[in-house]
């Protein structure tokens, strides 16, 4: 082989990875009726500051533990809790959101939010983007140890990580119910960790 070759040759072997250029991306924060529902508010600010837009949407239960008002504050977005939100047309719908998401994380995930999302239930905002969205789910569950280890949650579970929706998560630990198992909300930075990797993984390309 001629040396012009080899050169050209070996130029054509060699890859490298390129950064393209990141636009802004969409996370839809699904939070339920968990106490753990307070850690969203750490959560959002943490997406926010990762330079994402961030729309948060509440369950009723969720509401309970948590003001939207604190979420709305911290997302800079109008936060969705009904249905009927959408009579005020500065909110966007779920059908839009579902459509703008490019992650939906649902943190906290309680086993009934698991459960409609398993039998394709659409009761509510959340569940409706869930089941609309085209976009990666990541759930990151918190609950009883009990109920996360019945049949039936891990059976939903299953179901769900059959259709490609990724759980991080729940960890050991001592549960706001008194009991000490598996059941508590994995890590906020490591659940924003991941979201991020979700998020980005397309900007990274081979070359």
């Not at 959101?97 to 905002?125: K, S, V, Y």
């Not at 949650?153 to 198992?181: D, H, S």
Request: proline share 5%.
């Amino acid at each position: 082989m001629e040396p012009n070759s080899k050169r050209r040759a070996g130029k054509t072997s060699a890859r490298k990875v390129v950064d393209i250029p990141a636009r802004k991306k969409t996370a839809v924060l699904g939070v339920t009726g968990s106490i753990a529902a307070y850690k969203s508010a750490e959560l959002t600010s943490l997406l926010v500051k990762q330079g994402h837009e961030v729309f948060v949407v509440m369950t009723q239960d969720a509401t309970e533990f948590i003001a939207p008002l604190t979420l709305q504050t911290l997302s800079k977005n109008p936060v969705m809790t009904s249905f009927y939100d959408e009579k005020e047309n500065w909110r966007p719908g779920h059908i839009d959101l579902a459509d703008r998401a490019n992650l939906l994380l649902i943190a906290p995930a309680t086993a009934h939010i698991i459960a409609e999302l398993a039998h394709g239930l659409a009761g509510h905002p959340l569940a409706a983007i869930a089941l609309a969205t085209r976009a990666p789910i990541l759930i990151a569950p918190a609950m009883n140890g009990k109920m996360w280890d019945n049949p039936a949650t891990q059976e939903n579970v299953e179901k769900l990580k059959g259709r490609g929706v990724e759980f991080i998560g729940p960890e050991e630990g001592m549960l706001a119910c008194g009991y000490e198992g598996l059941g508590r909300l994995w890590k906020v930075n490591d659940i924003a960790f991941r979201a991020e990797f979700l998020l980005t993984r397309h900007d990274k390309l081979i070359a």
